[in-house]
């Protein structure tokens, strides 16, 4: 349970006809870590006849307006015949239904258009062609900025009339003499004047003419929002279908993708990965029914392997844990992937995560919220929640931890009142009854109590830093360096300075005794073993000369051992005093919102209301977050950095992904 998943290296011989179904298989188990494809495979697949399909599938799933699937269905398989020919029939479903709908937009926009231009032109009651053929007179027709207008009649001045068509004004006719023609199109083009090809035959635009264009904008509009309609109805009709075929193409793509990588041959493919030593059964008889026997595995331990032997080669680290430790594994290995072989710190993490949180953090209602949110992550219903559902089991133990503490606090949303009954209850069972199990705001009465709840908290880091030192002694046994395990600051000697200094400072305290001559011994010792840890380290080892750089040089590395070694031990204790501190503050917060409520509920009862929502909400979200902060650089910082000396590789299986995060 505490320590890391054996695994093993599995040698895989597939022959081609079988490399697909064979990968299929690895991607869907997702136990199997490729040695040159530790990565997850991405959904972005290499040029292929099956990602052809998928990007042509996924422009008519865009043009449908379906939304995309975000995971694998359980029953997606590879793309068979009769999928290519389904899919075809989509393509040309939707092609058909695309060109017909274009069309029909282009064939409304430009009857649109004939419908405002013959508008524009309805006023021109005078046959065009009389005034054309006139000699004496030049006319532009055409379109112009509205807001240019008044300038351009100002810039023509008596040169020119400028009369405007239609009722925006956007369209103009402008008529000068034959000899100012010139000058009308030069102040024309200066104001941006786009002439209009009026046909020779034009007489005006008759009403019935406008009647008839107005009728014609009606049917294009009639057959655009027909044509809409029906894309919605294949939509709806064919989503389903649809998005199997994108997810079977997309498994398509992916393995072709995986398949290019591969050592292979003319016939066979070689395909090298680990995979934890529990699975590697399954994975033999699987294989070999799946290929009915066409294929060859063979299994390695790590120290069969040469590269693991000689350390070019770390081995993947891998743990099996329930759904709760399994969502703080990503917390250890964001600081770095322990060791194979050594102890795992992930159920150790997960247990004083989720203490701390509560202690710092009581509240029942505020932890109810907590609790909720992270049933509701569970769900999987909320789309906005689904990338954060693996945390939703550290929002439920985080959330019945604050519980927990706000019952002994006596805190609800902030209010203080509503739980003295039950705090009352509870201390009646073992003496006076008071109003709450745990008073935390200082009080001249509490003072006592509230040091003790400090002490509590030093308490926890000992327990904390202690098992650090602990594990980190383990493993440096486990991993054959005793030399490391012994006299490093995190080992043998640093743990017996750290326990004893607590043991002596307890025990002064208690008998009210003064230190003793064997305290000086006992202190003295585990020091010296860690001033001399390079040369002793080096001794034990076989490796000369013992004194590396020189004896001032090992002096040096000596002194500056033992203040780290001591400032180390100090500030790790005294770091976990913030514990009661953020819990301090948090039930002054409390006190202050509770406060605030009822000062205002007593002068304006509707807004006492939203000042304890308001308040609630700020304390939730700000403070939760600087908890959950102060929570985690305990851990990394006091906990983690006691055995992390040396960081291994995390376990990365081989595993088909539909879309990226």
């Avoid at 505490?2 to 690895?26: A, G, P, S």
């Avoid at 322990?338 to 009581?362: R, S």
């Avoid at 880091?461 to 440096?476: K, Y």
Wanted: hydrophobic fraction near 45%.
């Amino acid at each position: 349970m505490f320590k890391t998943t054996t695994m093993k290296l599995v040698e895989l011989m597939i022959l081609r006809q079988d490399i697909d179904k064979v990968l299929e298989y690895l991607g869907r188990r997702s136990n199997f870590e490729m040695q040159s494809q530790g990565e997850e495979v991405s959904a972005a697949p290499v040029p292929s006849h099956d990602s052809d399909f998928l990007d042509k599938l996924h422009a008519c799933r865009t043009y449908l307006g379906i939304p995309d699937a975000h995971e694998y269905a359980e029953d997606i398989t590879l793309p068979t015949e009769k999928d290519f020919a389904a899919a075809k029939k989509i393509m040309e479903d939707v092609e058909d239904l695309r060109t017909r709908e274009t069309a029909a937009v282009d064939r409304q926009k430009r009857v649109a258009e004939a419908y405002d231009e013959a508008r524009a032109f309805a006023n021109l009651k005078v046959a065009y062609t009389e005034l054309e053929h006139l000699t004496f007179l030049t006319m532009r027709v055409g379109k112009i900025d509205p807001s240019m207008v008044d300038e351009l009649k100002f810039a023509l001045s008596d040169r020119a009339v400028v009369v405007p068509l239609g009722e925006d004004n956007s369209r103009i006719l402008a008529a000068s003499s034959k000899k100012g023609r010139f000058a009308l199109d030069s102040e024309l083009k200066r104001f941006g004047f786009v002439p209009l090809e009026i046909p020779k035959d034009f007489k005006g635009v008759p009403d019935d003419v406008l009647e008839g264009l107005r009728t014609q904008v009606n049917e294009t509009s009639r057959d655009t929002d027909n044509l809409t309609l029906e894309r919605k109805r294949y939509a709806e009709t064919h989503s389903s279908e649809l998005l199997r075929l994108l997810q079977a193409f997309s498994l398509g793509a992916q393995v072709q993708q995986v398949r290019n990588g591969l050592e292979a041959t003319q016939l066979v493919y070689r395909v090298l990965g680990w995979i934890s030593a529990p699975d590697c059964a399954t994975l033999m008889k699987d294989l070999d029914n799946l290929t009915e026997g066409r294929i060859a595995i063979r299994a390695y331990t790590p120290d069969e392997v040469p590269s693991v032997k000689n350390g070019h080669e770390k081995v993947p680290v891998q743990y099996k844990h329930g759904p709760l430790v399994k969502s703080f594994e990503r917390m250890i290995f964001s600081y770095g992937a322990p060791l194979y072989g050594t102890i795992d710190p992930t159920p150790i993490v997960a247990f004083f995560f989720t203490l701390l949180f509560g202690i710092m953090f009581g509240d029942l209602g505020q932890g109810f919220v907590f609790f909720l949110l992270g049933l509701i992550m569970q769900t999987k219903k909320v789309n906005a929640l689904r990338k954060w559902q693996h945390f939703a089991p550290i929002f439920i133990a985080i959330g019945c931890s604050s519980m927990v503490m706000g019952l002994l606090t006596g805190t609800v949303f902030a209010n203080e009142e509503l739980l003295i009954p039950f705090g009352r209850w509870v201390t009646g069972l073992f003496g006076t009854p008071h109003d709450r199990i745990l008073e935390l705001m200082p009080s001249a009465n509490s003072m006592d109590k509230l040091l003790l709840f400090f002490g509590f908290t030093l308490l926890i880091g000992f327990i904390i830093n202690s098992i650090g030192l602990v594990i980190n002694i383990v493993n440096q046994f486990m991993l054959k360096k005793p030399a490391k395990a012994i006299f490093s600051k995190t080992g043998i000697c640093g743990a017996w300075f750290f326990w004893y200094i607590i043991f002596a400072a307890v025990r002064i305290l208690v008998t009210h005794t003064g230190i003793r001559w064997f305290d000086i011994v006992l202190v003295v010792t585990p020091l010296l073993g860690i001033f001399f840890a390079e040369p002793l380290t080096r001794l034990i080892e076989g490796k000369r000369p013992v004194l590396e750089n020189g004896l001032f040089s090992a002096i040096i590395e000596g002194i500056v051992e033992l203040l780290e070694v001591v400032s180390t031990y100090i500030s790790n204790s005294i770091s976990f005093l913030r514990v009661g501190a953020f819990a301090l503050s948090h039930a002054v917060l409390s006190y202050i919102v509770f406060t605030m409520t009822t000062l205002v509920n007593n002068a304006l009862p509707p807004f006492g209301i939203l000042v304890s929502i308001f308040g609630n909400l700020v304390i939730i979200v700000l403070e939760g977050l600087i908890v959950a902060i102060q929570v985690i650089r305990l851990q990394y910082y006091e906990f983690f950095s006691k055995f992390f000396t040396e960081t291994g590789k995390e376990f990365k299986p081989f595993r088909f992904k539909y879309k990226e995060n």
